[in-house]
């Protein structure tokens, strides 16, 4: 689980709102891959040790169809999280929220960076 220091640290950053919402997505996502595991270090928890947990959650329980979904929606978020270990030569469990943002802060300049590269090429010649 996310705490509220950690939201407001998320909310912080000057990343435009839709880029919030995907950092908080990974946040809650590295979160509950923790959980499952038990750790903060490691690989990701296997999919058949998800599909166990998430038959224990109630919420998810009652509902096969979104469980299932849902565990789609968590291997998708473990495979961006996976790229984002490999960024930073760690173990995805051992992330932190720091390295997180700092992706996404990257992610962010690079687009704009090739934004303006763009507009540089479209221009045209001075003179």
Known sequence: MIEASELAELEATLLPALERHHLRLL??????FQSVAGRRQGPLPAIDALAVWATSQPQLAGDPGFAATF????????????????????????????DLIRWA??????????????ADSAAPPPG
């Open 27 to 32: 946040a809650h996502g590295l979160r509950t």
């Open 105 to 118: 802060e990257q992610q962010a300049q690079e687009r704009l960076d090739l934004s303006a590269l763009r």
């Open 71 to 98: 565990l789609d929606q968590l291997a998708g978020l473990g495979e961006q999280l996976e790229s984002i270990a490999v960024c930073w030569g760690r173990e995805p469990l051992a992330l932190e929220l720091a």
